[in-house]
């Protein structure tokens, strides 16, 4: 009878741990934010903007493989072929269908190319039929706004279902250009925000349009990454939590619903990143790297 109770005993425990293992992997799942285009895009990805071709294309694959969704790539023709055959690896391999993946891509005015022949080369690198959201880099505003009706022109015809802008930190720089030259309005603005920079005045600035701000470098960038990684309040979570401090700075992004976009250079930073899934910051953790807003801009543009 001892033995029976034992193996009863022995089953529910069995069961409780399948339904918690069940329950954590429902909590690794990236949410989507809907964006005033109408479409949905993950809260989390990795970029891969800037890489060499070969590069690009493995680290796509294995982001895709992984389980990220959300893949910002291109800023180089190389980097768009590169990008393009990682997705298609990916599709092939049956690892993901082209709906579930959301591709955010950069593009600049400052080439002498045609923009119109510009965004359809892209496209073809990518060999993609259509790019989920274009964004735009401020350049320089004539061309920015050329650059800017002619990826318009693509939502029409489906080549590019969202928009956004990149760079204008600044709220009246941003307004001069979406009053003067945008029909479409943007459904993205894609600049710096990290614990120092938190960019509070441009967050309430676009609540009503519907635009969503995506971090870009969302660890701090150009290098100057340790600095924050070394901050005493960031380090102290990471200790607590078994956690890097780089995970600790994108729980924080991810609570503070931040779409982002961490760049990786290798295989153990797409691991590194997918594990801020599965915990969360406290609301007193959130308040205290909140506190560390300094308005400094670490990044250079």
Not at 74 to 99: C, D, F, T
Not at 214 to 241: C, R, Y
Not at 278 to 300: A, V
Request: aromatic fraction near 8%; proline fraction near 4%; glycine fraction near 8%.
């Amino acid at each position: 009878m001892k033995r029976c109770y034992f193996l009863i005993i022995l089953v529910l425990c069995i069961s409780f741990t399948a339904v918690f293992a069940e329950t954590g992997t429902e909590e690794q799942m990236i949410p989507n934010i809907t964006l005033n285009s109408g479409y949905e895009m993950p809260q989390f990805g990795i970029s891969c903007v800037g890489l060499p071709a070969d590069r690009a294309e493995e680290l796509v694959y294995a982001a895709l493989q992984k389980g990220f969704r959300l893949i910002a790539a291109g800023g180089s023709a190389a980097g768009e072929e590169g990008a393009g055959r990682g997705i298609q690896r990916a599709i092939e391999k049956g690892l993901v269908k082209r709906e579930e993946i959301f591709i955010l891509v950069p593009f600049s005015a400052g080439t002498d190319e045609n923009c119109e022949a510009a965004i359809q080369n892209t496209l073809e690198r990518l060999n993609l039929d259509y790019v989920d959201l274009m964004v735009l880099r401020q350049n320089d505003f004539p061309k920015d706004v050329e650059a800017w009706q002619a990826i318009e022109q693509r939502i029409e015809s489906g080549l590019i279902r969202s928009l956004g802008l990149a760079g204008f930190v600044d709220v009246r720089n941003y307004d001069l250009f979406v009053n003067n030259a945008v029909t479409v309005q943007p459904a993205v603005l894609q600049i710096p925000i990290h614990p120092y920079e938190q960019r509070q005045d441009m967050q309430e600035h676009l609540a009503e349009s519907g635009t969503v701000l995506v971090s870009d470098s969302p660890l701090g960038g150009d290098g100057e990454e340790q600095v924050l990684f070394a901050d005493p309040l960031i380090s102290l979570d990471a200790t607590w939590h078994r956690k890097t401090s780089p995970q600790i700075i994108l729980r924080w992004q991810l609570q503070s619903g931040n779409i982002i976009l961490p760049e990786v250079t290798d295989e153990a930073q797409i691991d590194e990143y997918f594990e801020v899934l599965d915990f969360e910051l406290t609301d007193e953790e959130m308040e205290q790297i909140n506190g560390l807003d300094r308005s400094l801009n670490l990044m250079f543009y």
